[in-house]
């Protein structure tokens, strides 16, 4: 594995890429449905179905935990180590450089509590912070900074692997679909993986 290869073997794949997101609909009764299977009942929301892996760290099934971003994989991005993806989600709540660090040496779930000790507030700004530096939510330079985060969390081997082994395409049904509202966005979130997953399988084509 390689960092500065798959970052710029990554973003020419992406050049060319086309996702088509699956649509997610909702009946008179309730149910949220996915390509014609049940994605939300009464029951709550499901993991998996034959035609879809709906990723979610309390839902049912391994490929729905692998793939949240609260799994607890370590790999290090832009000189500083991780310990999971949800920790850079979290720690760009805060605009305290300190606090940010300290949050990130915790897990994906305890960051997922812990944002809430920040006293700034992004979605009243727009603005996001990462080591020290401000950038818009809704930029190409945010965009850049999740490619690179993606690129990075794919150097730890077993999350490599999760994403290329998963055979069906991945879906975030419980997600936020407005930027203004969340830091990563349903459409980002499965763009990003299943793009990751395709361009994996052609690295080990190719290879």
Same mark, same amino acid.
Request: with cysteine.
């Given at each position: 594995?390689?960092?500065?290869?798959?970052?710029?073997?990554?973003?020419?794949?992406?050049?060319?890429?086309?996702?088509?997101?699956?649509?997610?609909?909702?009946?008179?009764?309730?149910?949220?449905?996915?390509?014609? #299977?049940?994605?939300?009942?009464?029951?709550?929301?499901?993991?998996?179905?034959?035609?879809?892996?709906?990723?979610?760290?309390?839902?049912?099934?391994?490929?729905?935990?692998?793939?949240?971003?609260?799994?607890?994989?370590?790999?290090?991005?832009?000189?500083?180590?991780?310990?999971?993806?949800?920790?850079?989600?979290?720690?760009?709540?805060?605009?305290?450089?300190?606090?940010?660090?300290?949050?990130?040496?915790?897990?994906?779930?305890?960051?997922?509590?812990?944002?809430?000790?920040?006293?700034?507030?992004?979605?009243?700004?727009?603005?996001?912070?990462?080591?020290?530096?401000?950038?818009?939510?809704?930029?190409? #330079?945010?965009?850049?900074?999740?490619?690179?985060?993606?690129?990075?969390?794919?150097?730890?081997?077993?999350?490599?692997?999760?994403?290329?082994?998963?055979?069906?395409?991945?879906?975030?049904?419980?997600?936020?679909?407005?930027?203004?509202?969340?830091?990563?966005?349903?459409?980002?979130?499965?763009?990003?993986?299943?793009?990751?997953?395709?361009?994996?399988?052609?690295?080990?084509?190719?290879?």
């Amino acid at each position: 594995m390689n960092y500065k290869k798959d970052l710029e073997g990554f973003k020419k794949f992406l050049e060319s890429y086309e996702f088509h997101q699956l649509e997610i609909t909702e009946t008179n009764d309730g149910i949220l449905m996915c390509d014609g #299977e049940v994605v939300k009942d009464n029951n709550g929301y499901k993991g998996e179905s034959e035609k879809w892996i709906n990723v979610g760290y309390s839902l049912r099934g391994m490929f729905p935990k692998l793939l949240s971003n609260l799994f607890p994989y370590d790999f290090e991005f832009n000189g500083i180590k991780m310990h999971s993806i949800e920790g850079f989600f979290q720690g760009i709540k805060f605009r305290d450089i300190e606090m940010q660090r300290g949050l990130l040496k915790y897990s994906g779930k305890e960051a997922l509590v812990l944002q809430m000790a920040s006293d700034y507030n992004w979605k009243e700004t727009g603005v996001i912070y990462w080591d020290g530096k401000a950038v818009k939510r809704d930029s190409s #330079e945010y965009d850049d900074l999740l490619i690179e985060l993606y690129v990075s969390a794919i150097q730890n081997k077993f999350y490599r692997n999760a994403l290329k082994n998963c055979k069906l395409p991945i879906i975030h049904a419980i997600g936020e679909i407005d930027k203004s509202e969340t830091v990563f966005t349903r459409y980002e979130f499965e763009y990003m993986l299943n793009a990751l997953h395709e361009y994996l399988i052609k690295v080990d084509k190719e290879n």
